[in-house]
T-cell receptor, first 115, second 114 residues
Framework: DQQVKQNSPSLSVQEGRISILNCDYT??????FLWYKKYPAEGPTFLIS?????DKNEDGRFTVFLNKSAKHLSLHIVPSQPGDSAVYFC??????????????FGQGTILTVHP | DTEVTQTPKHLVMGMTNKKSLKCEQH?????MYWYKQKAKKPPELMFV???????INESVPSRFSPECPNSSLLNLHLHALQPEDSALYLC?????????????FGDGTRLSIL
């Protein structure tokens, strides 16, 4: 039972353009969502997060959008840079009483930004 | 540079060996986590420690034994592992155990069971 899904295994984008990574979830108990970036041979690095009471959060080139009714979130990277090439994981965390603090990860999307 | 340090980076062991994975953080975080990641799969939670006490055990087999000797250290003791336990083992920490607390990961220990 995959509660967090990233349906696009890979995404290829030209440098300077926008990268949009998508994530869907099924568990309505999730109330906090995070994006992580992972380079080969390194652990995941926290990028940006959003609470379920918000619909948008920005941090520099990164913006996360949350649509609770659709159980969908997306990460926008503008402008994309070659150094952004990595695997991006969407993760969700639940409220107390549901393995509080447990992160459930999506399968990941490989982003390639071409110069 | 990662602020969560894991040792060793690589470990090869036989099924009858006993070994330990170590994780250290000096960010003053009071929650620490062990995850297992198989190839081309997302990380899966194994254990959570909160204030040095085991808070979550995701039904992990007893051949994996976690230990949190103090607020900066987290160990994972391994005994009689199976070939299917070969994976990347990731340690993470957060300010405290909470849904809104970003977890900071180490680079992992790549474990191979012969």
């Amino acid at each position: 039972d995959q509660q967090v899904k990233q349906n696009s295994p890979s995404l290829s984008v030209q440098e300077g353009r926008i990268s949009i990574l998508n994530c869907d979830y099924t568990n309505s108990m999730f109330d906090y969502f995070l994006w992580y970036k992972k380079y080969p041979a390194e652990g995941p690095t926290f990028l940006i997060s959003i609470s379920s009471i918000k619909d948008k959060n920005e941090d520099g080139r990164f913006t996360v959008f949350l649509n609770k009714s659709a159980k969908h979130l997306s990460l926008h990277i503008v402008p994309s840079q070659p150094g952004d090439s990595a695997v991006y994981f969407c993760a969700a965390s639940g409220s107390p009483g549901t393995s509080y603090g447990k992160l459930t990860f999506g399968q990941g999307t490989i982003l390639t930004v071409h110069p | 540079d990662t602020e969560v340090t894991q040792t060793p980076k690589h470990l090869v062991m036989g099924m009858t060996n006993k070994k330990s994975l170590k994780c250290e953080q000096h960010m003053g975080h009071r929650a620490m986590y062990w995850y297992k990641q198989k190839a081309k799969k997302p990380p899966e939670l194994m254990f959570v420690y909160s204030y040095e006490k085991l808070s979550i055990n995701e039904s992990v087999p007893s051949r994996f034994s976690p230990e949190c000797p103090n607020s900066s250290l987290l160990n994972l003791h391994l005994h009689a592992l199976q070939p299917e336990d070969s994976a990347l083992y990731l340690c993470a920490s957060s300010q405290w155990q909470g849904a809104d607390q970003p977890q900071h990961f180490g680079d992992g220990t790549r474990l191979s069971i012969l």
